[in-house]
């Protein structure tokens, strides 16, 4: 996003700032996702929105190392702990029941949650390729139902 976007975004966000709240409480929350690919400008610039006293902001990254260290002085540093990839079986599981997919062994699908890291986003596509190989060996259709929806 170049600087002209981000600082109209965060005049936007001024503005909103300036209305009346329908909540009980003084303080307005933002959120601001994958900081870290921002420009050190742009994070300069997003630091200096942040000294608002009304105003707390929730950013999020994977890459802690890549902000400011004058953006990051001004946060909190909560860290998630990643998921187990066990955990993510059921929720593959239902999926492909869903949508009617090839039923997949939990040996591959722990395979491709290791090899997506746990991420959502490279594991849709990955499921997807692993049904489809399976109903091309199986000679069913070539075309998957599920969808990924961005």
């Not at 949650?113 to 594991?123: F, H, I, K, N, S």
Request: hydrophobic letters at 35%.
């Amino acid at each position: 996003m170049d600087e002209k976007k981000f600082s109209k975004q965060l005049e936007l966000c001024e503005k909103k700032l300036m209305v009346s709240s329908l909540s009980a409480s003084k303080y307005r929350y933002m959120i601001f996702n994958e900081v870290h690919a921002l420009s050190f400008d742009k994070q300069e610039r997003l630091k200096q929105f942040m000294e608002n006293e009304f105003f707390i902001s929730i950013l999020t990254t994977n890459y802690i190392e890549r902000l400011d260290t004058r953006l990051f002085s001004h946060c909190y540093s909560v860290n998630f702990n990643p998921a187990e990839y066990s955990d993510y079986l059921p929720r593959l599981k239902e999926l492909i029941n869903k949508n009617k997919l090839p039923s997949v062994s939990d040996e591959r699908l722990l395979e491709l949650v290791e090899d997506a890291e746990g991420d959502w986003r490279a594991l849709g596509p990955m499921l997807i390729t692993e049904c489809n190989l399976l109903k091309r060996k199986a000679g069913v259709g070539k075309q998957s139902k599920l969808k990924l929806v961005g």
